[in-house]
């Protein structure tokens, strides 16, 4: 297969002049029409309409014409992170996530990666999920592990991780601890330990109760979710957390409730739509695809 020609196919489907694509290619026209016809050979199908006065795309054409741009761009990244492997000796890439990242084993996937390729550096740093996407956008890291709510993720790519969603967390002895299903309303006179506003659940916290029908009463809002599990253990007051990352240490002082607003997450790999990302960025990216994406499609 013949790179060089899908390269003189989108850019004839771009300006559907042969004059003008040999001149971009510095070559001529009689060179671009024999590229065309031989991936048209090659492909057992016509790609352009000739036979009038201006040409236009076949429907072949317009079916091949993403498949070619992918095709490309494709075989671009992969020159690059060859070149860029070849030429370094050491890789960097910054990642910052959640404080909870370590509850969807993102920790032991970088781990996973530096076995197969040492010579790339991670640096992880967590951050709260209200500024992830902004320092991704200031690029002051390469990839972020977010947790999103209805977001617009149309100018980045991302790879989901996990699905989550609110649980009531009580103390082990509290009279709802052994419900199947807890009624947000029966919550509404406790005093409730939360996340703060800076991680995105608590306005989302507060949403709920208020369709509810209760204003919750705030005992605590802070960053520290082992200090809210102990406090909970303790008696201090219950919560509304995502369920994986309550912390099973406490099983025996804590009950785990489902609730009957169902309200869900999901937590990503994120990283911004760009032509060109670095060598390490690129060999990470496709090894998240490897360990998360079979794993997504069989459940």
Same mark, same amino acid.
């Given at each position: 297969?013949?790179?060089?020609?899908?390269?003189?196919?989108i850019?004839? %489907?771009?300006?559907?002049?042969? =004059? #003008?694509?040999a001149?971009?290619?510095?070559?001529?026209?009689?060179?671009?029409?024999?590229?065309?016809? %031989?991936?048209?050979?090659?492909?057992? =199908?016509?790609?352009f309409?000739?036979?009038?006065?201006n040409?236009?795309?076949?429907?072949?054409?317009r079916? %091949?014409?993403?498949?070619?741009?992918?095709?490309?761009n =494709?075989? #671009?990244?992969?020159?690059?992170?060859l070149?860029?492997?070849?030429?370094?000796?050491?890789?960097?890439l910054?990642?910052?996530?959640?404080?909870?990242?370590?509850?969807?084993q993102?920790?032991?996937?970088?781990?996973? *990666?530096?076995?197969?390729?040492?010579?790339?550096?991670?640096?992880?740093e967590?951050?709260?999920?209200?500024s992830?996407?902004?320092?991704l956008?200031?690029?002051?890291?390469?990839?972020?592990?977010?947790?999103?709510?209805a977001?617009?993720?149309?100018?980045?790519?991302?790879?989901?991780?996990?699905?989550?969603?609110?649980? %009531?967390?009580?103390?082990?002895n509290?009279?709802?601890?052994?419900h199947?299903?807890?009624?947000?309303?029966?919550l509404?006179?406790?005093? *409730?330990?939360?996340? $703060?506003?800076s991680?995105?659940?608590?306005?989302?916290?507060?949403?709920?109760?208020?369709?509810?029908?209760? =204003?919750?009463?705030?005992?605590?809002?802070g960053?520290?979710?082992?200090?809210?599990?102990n406090s909970?253990?303790?008696?201090? $007051?219950?919560?509304?957390?995502m369920?994986?990352?309550?912390d099973k *240490?406490?099983?025996?002082?804590?009950?785990?409730?489902p609730?009957?607003?169902?309200?869900?997450? #999901?937590?990503?790999f994120?990283?911004?739509?760009?032509?060109?990302?670095?060598?390490?960025?690129?060999?990470f990216?496709a090894?998240?695809?490897?360990?998360?994406?079979?794993?997504s499609?069989?459940?």
């Amino acid at each position: 297969m013949d790179i060089q020609k899908f390269v003189f196919f989108i850019s004839l %489907a771009e300006t559907l002049n042969y =004059t #003008e694509t040999a001149e971009q290619a510095y070559t001529t026209q009689g060179n671009v029409s024999k590229q065309i016809i %031989a991936l048209e050979k090659e492909l057992g =199908t016509e790609l352009f309409d000739r036979s009038r006065r201006n040409i236009k795309l076949t429907n072949s054409g317009r079916t %091949a014409l993403p498949y070619a741009v992918n095709l490309v761009n =494709t075989y #671009e990244e992969l020159k690059q992170t060859l070149a860029y492997l070849e030429d370094f000796h050491k890789l960097q890439l910054t990642l910052h996530g959640i404080p909870t990242m370590s509850s969807y084993q993102v920790l032991s996937l970088i781990g996973e *990666f530096h076995k197969q390729h040492p010579q790339i550096f991670i640096m992880v740093e967590e951050e709260e999920s209200d500024s992830l996407l902004k320092t991704l956008d200031q690029e002051i890291c390469d990839i972020s592990f977010a947790r999103t709510f209805a977001v617009d993720l149309k100018n980045y790519e991302r790879i989901v991780v996990s699905q989550d969603h609110f649980v %009531a967390v009580l103390p082990a002895n509290h009279r709802l601890a052994d419900h199947s299903v807890i009624r947000l309303e029966e919550l509404k006179n406790e005093t *409730f330990l939360q996340l $703060g506003k800076s991680t995105q659940l608590y306005d989302v916290v507060i949403g709920m109760c208020l369709s509810a029908g209760f =204003t919750p009463h705030i005992g605590y809002h802070g960053q520290r979710i082992d200090l809210i599990q102990n406090s909970i253990a303790d008696g201090m $007051g219950v919560s509304l957390m995502m369920e994986k990352t309550v912390d099973k *240490f406490h099983d025996y002082k804590i009950a785990t409730v489902p609730i009957d607003v169902k309200k869900y997450s #999901e937590v990503s790999f994120i990283r911004k739509k760009k032509k060109q990302h670095s060598a390490a960025m690129n060999l990470f990216w496709a090894f998240l695809r490897s360990k998360i994406e079979p794993l997504s499609n069989a459940t």
